[in-house]
T-cell receptor, first 116, second 111 residues
Framework: EAQVTQNPRYLITVTGKKLTVTCSQN?????MSWYRQDPGLGLRQIYY???????DKGDVPEGYKVSRKEKRNFPLILESPSPNQTSLYFC???????????????FGPGTRLTVL | DAKTTQPPSMDCAEGRAANLPCNHS???????VYWYRQIHSQGPQYIIH???NNETNEMASLIITEDRKSSTLILPHATLRDTAVYYC????????????FGKGTSLLVTP
């Protein structure tokens, strides 16, 4: 089954304790992205990657890191989490088109993070 | 700046058609209209997209007005499982892959 998986689904941690949220897709997609969703603010993009070893900042990258060493994986790293990073996080992926058009983005099930 | 305007909420009886409007009066010629939905705190799910012609797939139909300033997403026979927030997004090819979801319309399907 084509899917995007995220782990963990729920995480409660404390300020300053480094954590990684994993994201993996089995569709051979070049594009991967992380969003956070907060009440009243909607979904905002954190980082994205157009292919292996190619990453770039989204709208709200502060406090986050990413890496793209393999095509299928795109982990989100919080080196020193703070309470304002408490949020619902989504990973997404899609093909990168070589001609104008559209490919749907597939989203993971979400990771609910609480930083105390 | 928001490119789309949607009503914040709508109700629909189960089995009836749900018609969700979207206003995009400043849409430009090469911008597509996309619809996604998010069932309570799950990952958003793609529904349909179109440029100027009406489109239909197994999930829904998309009706775009001739002047392209508005569109309607139609769920022909709404079920309780269609209760979700529906997002109308306008974007041109080449604008990147980030999706600006906005606030969407919260659709409640009632028995």
């Amino acid at each position: 089954e084509a899917q995007v998986t995220q782990n963990p689904r729920y995480l409660i941690t404390v300020t300053g304790k480094k954590l990684t949220v994993t994201c993996s897709q089995n569709m051979n997609h070049e594009y991967m992205s992380w969003y956070r969703q907060d009440p009243g603010l909607g979904l905002r993009q954190i980082y994205y990657s157009m292919n292996v070893e190619v990453t770039d900042k989204g709208d709200v990258p502060e406090g986050y890191k990413v890496s793209r060493k393999e095509k299928r994986n795109f982990p989100l790293i919080l080196e020193s989490p703070s309470p304002n990073q408490t949020s619902l996080y989504f990973c997404a992926s899609s093909l990168v088109l070589t001609a104008p058009g559209y490919n749907e983005q597939f989203f993971g099930p979400g990771t609910r993070l609480t930083v105390l | 700046d928001a490119k789309t305007t949607q009503p914040p909420s709508m109700d629909c009886a189960e089995g009836r058609a749900a018609n969700l409007p979207c206003n995009h009066s400043t849409i430009s010629g090469n911008e597509y209209v996309y619809w996604y939905r998010q069932i309570h705190s799950q990952g958003p799910q793609y529904i349909i997209h179109g440029l100027k012609n009406n489109e239909t797939n197994e999930m829904a139909s998309l009706i775009i007005t001739e002047d392209r300033k508005s569109s309607t997403l139609i769920l022909p026979h709404a079920t309780l499982r269609d209760t979700a927030v529906y997002y109308c997004i306008v974007r041109a090819p080449g604008e990147g892959y980030a999706l600006n979801f906005g606030k969407g319309t919260s659709l409640l399907v009632t028995p």
